[in-house]
């Protein structure tokens, strides 16, 4: 029963030193939360920029093999191919665009 009451008198009083923190090192910290966020943010978009290289040169070779073998279906294939590019290029741009501003 006594840890009982210790453990919710800890938790109880951790909760009041937590609320008792002013603005102040809330906003600070608030900051250096988005500040790191955005460090990342921008490694990330590095990634997915990478991710997009290397998914050109897959379909590169891929559009290259069905057109020398003579695939009637090459056109449709890069098409695709092409097309998911562009579509992942944007999409990366624009949330970074929107979220790092």
């Known amino acids: 029963m006594k840890k009982t009451i210790l ?21 600070q910290a608030l900051q250096q939360v988005e500040t790191d966020i955005k460090g990342y943010f921008d490694v990330a978009c590095g990634i997915f920029y990478a991710i997009c290289a290397i998914m050109a040169l897959v379909g590169a070779f891929k ?22 590019l562009i579509f992942v290029a944007v999409v990366v741009t624009l949330i970074k665009s929107f979220f790092v501003g």
Do not use: I
Request: glycine content about 6%; overall charge positive; hydrophobic content about 40%.
């Open 7 to 27: 453990t919710v008198y800890l938790v109880l009083s951790n909760m009041v030193l937590t609320f008792a923190q002013n603005d102040a090192s809330r906003k």
């Open 63 to 84: 559009v290259y093999s069905k057109w020398s073998n003579g695939d009637p279906d090459t056109s449709k294939v890069a098409v695709g191919w092409f097309g998911s």
